[in-house]
């Protein structure tokens, strides 16, 4: 067993990419390979313009609730979405793009940032790279 | 061998570890990491990760909220 996370990023609500991205660079941080798995919802979070604009997963209020969660944060000195996501790529850490979202949800590759995806894959990929984590988790 | 200094001061998790790895990828064996801070967890979790990464651990200090750890490549 290799000393890796695999993380599905399924939720595209802005507390649980930062939950996901989080918990990713920490894994990285301390020494451990992690490949994000981003699909549904989490995969709109790649859209180019996207990766901030995800709801709040309570309590959002038509974007009061994200608005005010966001100045608390601001506030604590919590780090941007954007800021984790380039630590994360600066770590070496692995973003998959599942293609049956993008087929199901009419997403083209000119849509996503590109830049950021190391590969376009299905479920196969990411058992094959879950079967040999320690640690795996759904979000 | 050089000496590299991270300033974390006021940062939350995961920040400090995160830029503490950035720092240590970057240094050359030999070098010396330091790093400040102020979040309380990240003073206990930065030693894990060194113990994890395999570095050594030269020193932990505190003073009036805000901590320094010395970490050796």
Request: aromatic share 6%; hydrophobic share 45%.
């Amino acid at each position: 067993m290799a000393d890796k996370a695999t993380l599905v990023v399924h939720s595209g609500d802005m507390d649980k990419v930062y939950s996901a991205l989080i918990i990713a660079n920490g894994a990285l941080a301390m020494g451990m390979e992690v490949s994000l798995f981003f699909t549904f919802w989490g995969l709109q979070r790649l859209k180019k313009g996207g990766l901030e604009s995800g709801p709040l997963s309570r309590m959002n209020m038509l974007g009061l609730g994200k608005w005010m969660v966001k100045r608390k944060m601001k506030k604590a000195g919590v780090a941007s979405l954007e800021k984790l996501l380039q630590d994360f790529k600066e770590l070496g850490g692995k973003i998959l793009a599942c293609d049956m979202t993008m087929e199901i949800m009419g997403i083209e590759k000119e849509d996503l940032r590109d830049d950021l995806i190391s590969d376009y894959c299905a479920v196969g990929t990411y058992i094959s790279e879950a079967r040999e984590s320690r640690v795996t988790l759904f979000i | 061998m050089s000496e590299i200094r991270v300033d974390c001061i006021g940062e939350t998790c995961p920040i400090p570890l995160v830029e503490t790895r950035k720092a240590l990828r970057k240094a050359e064996e030999g070098d010396i990491v330091e790093v400040i801070g102020t979040h309380p967890s990240s003073k206990k979790e930065i030693p894990m990760a060194v113990r994890a990464l395999g570095l050594e651990l030269m020193d932990i200090q505190e003073k009036d909220g805000v901590w320094k750890i010395r970490i050796r490549k």
